[in-house]
């Protein structure tokens, strides 16, 4: 175990098993310790009232600038629907080799698409995006194997297709990284 810790920063109500269960993920995976903050950040400002959504780079640039020095990477959970100008939705970002992140639950809810309800699956959604996002921070470039985690997905049934895992290839880039 390294000794940076990855800051987990929630913004919005999360059931704590959840937390827990990212939190593990995060620890197994990245071998860095986690530490969870409740966000203080207003988000309103990166509110697009024609878009009726937030602004992920805007919110983005803010975690940045508060990213306490101690912390090797900060990822933000939210529940707000994001975008970036080029993209209708995203399920996170993060900056390529950079320091921060975010994730929202918003658009891997199934009713969305008109399909059942099914908060368990919602939640390994989650995960594996989690996973991802925190892998770009790390280095980690999209993959093209249909498994691994570094997949990139603009749908919930790409996300579904994707282990929460990473191919040995990207596994090997990631130790590399961390
Ligand atoms: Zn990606
Ligand atoms: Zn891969």
Same mark, same amino acid.
């Given at each position: ?13 999360? !059931? ?7 939190? !593990? ?9 986690? &530490?969870?903050? %409740? ?20 919110? =983005? !640039? ?9 912390? #090797?990477?900060?990822? $933000? *959970?939210?529940?707000? @629907? ?10 996170? /970002?993060? #900056? ?5 992140? =975010? ?7 199934? %009713? ?7 908060? @368990? =699956? ?10 991802? &996002?925190? $892998? ?21 049934? @790409?996300? @579904? ?12 880039? *990631? /130790? %590399?990284?961390?």
């Amino acid at each position: 175990m390294k000794q940076k810790p990855i800051i987990l920063v929630t913004c919005g109500h999360f !059931e704590q098993r959840v937390i827990k269960l990212i939190s !593990e993920d995060i620890t197994n995976v990245f071998q860095h310790p986690v &530490e969870n903050k %409740e966000c203080s950040l207003d988000i309103n400002k990166h509110y697009n009232p024609g878009r009726r959504q937030y602004d992920a780079n805007g919110i =983005l !640039e803010y975690i940045t600038s508060l990213a306490p020095e101690q912390a #090797i990477k900060v990822i $933000g *959970l939210y529940r707000v @629907d994001l975008y970036i100008p080029v993209l209708t939705y995203i399920f996170g /970002q993060a #900056i390529l080799n950079g320091k921060t992140g =975010l994730v929202s639950l918003y658009r891997l809810r199934n %009713e969305l698409y008109g399909l059942e309800r099914n908060n @368990d =699956l919602q939640i390994e959604r989650f995960r594996k995006v989690i996973i991802h &996002e925190l $892998g770009h921070m790390f280095g980690l470039i999209h993959c093209h194997q249909t498994n691994c985690v570094m997949r990139s997905s603009s749908y919930v049934e @790409d996300i @579904d297709q994707k282990n929460r895992d990473f191919c040995n290839n990207c596994k090997i880039l *990631l /130790q %590399e990284k961390l």
